[in-house]
């Protein structure tokens, strides 16, 4: 299987790319430095990338940028950031990416445990995840040749946690959750959330 994933250097998308390499994929590791680069926050480059690569069974997209905060206090660049990043950057790559899927083929795309269970501060970046949600919904009535699209929606990582200073106990290791997105390529189903175990909305 011919598979591009995009934020391949981050901590989820180079989990993704080792398991995948594994399982015996043929995989095109995408991020802002690679060969051919992709830069999610600039459309011309997202249309670049996807006409240097050959036509692809799955593309997965690990990538973009969010602004965290309290209400009262997020700017407007905090705002657009998820905006033009996280939720514009991925529906742009469904967009202009496919010409590149193959029949039969998916796009995989992160939302985030936000979406369903936000904490305080995270208003913006809930608002994003929920969005990829919802275009995914309405963007697989309109695919054809049985292309399939996905939103894995991930908990926050241990390695994150660990990072930001956080107990990484309570969470699951990228490893962990790279399975979703195997699981997303295998088991079916176009414009539905998906979800690490255990870890889904109450």
């Not at 036509?55 to 309290?70: K, L, S």
């Not at 995840?129 to 054809?144: M, P, S, T, V, Y």
């Amino acid at each position: 299987m011919k598979t591009t994933v995009i934020g391949a250097t981050g901590t989820i998308g180079s989990a993704v790319v080792s398991l995948l390499a594994e399982r015996g994929n043929d995989v095109t590791a995408a991020s802002r430095h690679s060969d051919p680069a992709i830069d999610l926050d600039d459309p011309a480059a997202i249309d670049a990338f996807f006409a240097a690569i050959d036509n692809q069974d799955a593309v997965i997209c690990t990538a973009g940028n969010a602004g965290f905060g309290p209400l009262a206090e997020l700017t407007d660049d905090q705002v657009r950031l998820g905006l033009d990043s996280k939720l514009l950057g991925q529906v742009n790559v469904v967009r202009k990416g496919l010409g590149r899927l193959k029949p039969g083929g998916v796009f995989v795309l992160t939302g985030g445990m936000l979406a369903y269970s936000p904490w305080p501060g995270t208003a913006a970046v809930a608002l994003v995840n929920a969005g990829l949600e919802g275009f995914a919904r309405a963007a697989a009535l309109d695919l054809d040749g049985d292309r399939r699209i996905v939103v894995v929606h991930p908990p926050l990582v241990a390695e994150t946690a660990k990072v930001m200073g956080m107990d990484p106990a309570p969470w699951p290791d990228a490893a962990t959750v790279a399975r979703t997105y195997l699981a997303a390529l295998e088991i079916g189903g176009s414009g539905m959330p998906l979800f690490v175990d255990g870890f889904g909305p109450e």
